[in-house]
């Protein structure tokens, strides 16, 4: 008999929804409703009763015809010792009164206690059972849940096994990793982003990283680190505006001892102490244009000679930057160098400001109310006026703009329903002017934009007018001859 044993949590049978009237199916009955089994074990203790209780109601109403009972564990704490030896005396008495079995674990995101108890007692092979992982996505649009196996291992219990079969992965590593940094987004020029970072992170070359505060750079830095060949070494973080101008040489390149006032010892810098995995330097931009000149030479030829000394160092370190600053501005500006630029740009990724991928920002809100709501009772939920409202908005924060201001709405709140009086952003009407602003792309004319500006509103009035100029005049509170003039110009035109 092919029997699931599984522990309700309370993400069964259904997960807290960020929306409004949506429900989210929790790990065991999306399990259930994707594998067939003749028979269904609940196990809980007294502190998951409730959900044990509610996990079963539902189950039999869905599966009237599916053989279901819940059984209790007894043991005084929630301790990993205590639940192993608990589970293991519990599957003892399962094997025996039915050997030709086949047991199934389901293992979820809801106990930890509980899934390491179940996954320990795998994977040291104590039983002969099958385990089942299950982890729902958070993003947006959903995807089917994660499910990982591993295979049944054919060995009595008193035996043991040095390995044991690896997880089979069934869906994109791309995927997971990006909902476990957080990054989300399906607008095409967000994929465009993701996608290059993939194809960067394979190869040892330079990253560039450029968009404005708040677009998610550092998320970006860890997504090529974890990809790329390096992800088993460490990604060491740098925030160049933190640094001194007098120091930021010391700091990144090391120093000898007695090098300048107050160089008591000698110090490696961050590129050494990188060494072999990822530097990620953060605004780059604000380095001096000295320090730039070194940090140049130490990607074209890997050596690094510390303040003071004159032995040079050979290094091995994937390099990410990143910047909110304009470059190219900047390289005009001579605050930043031109041939250090055209060198970062050979792995360069931008990333789009939120205003411009607005189709995501419903997704992104939604995430992160459900990370929130891990630390909320009762969970908080989206009424659908607020993400009109969240839809609409600029966010000249960006992504960490958006995921504050939903942060405080949701702590504040006195109750679980957000409205827009719990956010303190404009009215969707008061928005509106921002949204018809142009976008300063390259070449933009505010002289042209204002004549166009200007000629639009005038041709609508007089259309409103049925031609009348001194009725159009007055619905633009301008005099009659300006009108006319506008349109002698015209019709010259």
Known sequence: ?????????????????????????????????????????????????????????????????LPLEVQSLNFANENTPQVISAFREHLTTLLNKGPEENLTLCLTDGNPFVDSALLFLTTAQAFPINLVQVKLSSTLPSRPPFITYLNKVELKSDETADSTEAFEETAPFLDDLLESLGIYGQHPAFRKAIDTAAILAQHSTTVLIQGETGTGKDLFSKLIHHLSPRRAEKLTVVNCAALPDALSESILFGHKKGAFTGASQNEPGFFRIANGGTLFLDELAELSLKTQAKLLRVIEDGQVTPLGGTQAHTVDVRLIAATNQDLTQAVQQGTFREDLYYRLRAGEIQLPPLRKRRSDIVGIAVN????????????????????????????????????????????????????????????????????????????????????????????????????????????????????NRYIKIKEYC
């Open 368 to 483: 992160t109310l459900n990370a929130i709501n891990r630390s909320l009772h009762p969970p908080r939920q989206f009424s659908k006026s607020v993400l009109q409202l969240l839809a609409t908005q600029d966010w000249p924060g960006n992504v960490r703009d958006l995921q504050n201001t939903i942060e405080r709405a949701a702590i504040l709140s006195p109750e679980p329903l957000l409205d827009p009086d719990a956010f303190d952003i404009a009215p969707l009407g008061n928005n509106s002017l921002n949204q018809i602003l142009p976008d300063f792309d390259e070449g933009f004319s505010l002289e042209n934009y204002l004549s166009t500006v200007r000629k639009a509103v005038i041709e609508k009035a007089l259309t409103r007018a049925a031609g009348n100029q001194s009725k159009a005049s007055r619905f633009l509170g301008i005099s009659p001859q300006a009108v």
């Open 1 to 65: 008999m092919n029997t699931l044993i599984a522990f309700p949590t309370h993400n069964d049978p259904f997960l807290p929804s960020a929306l409004e009237g949506h429900k989210t199916t929790g790990p065991i009955l999306s399990l259930l409703r994707q594998q067939k089994f003749e028979r269904v074990i609940l196990l809980t203790t007294v502190l998951y009763a409730s959900c044990a209780s509610r996990t079963e109601t539902f189950l039999r109403e869905e599966f009237p015809n």
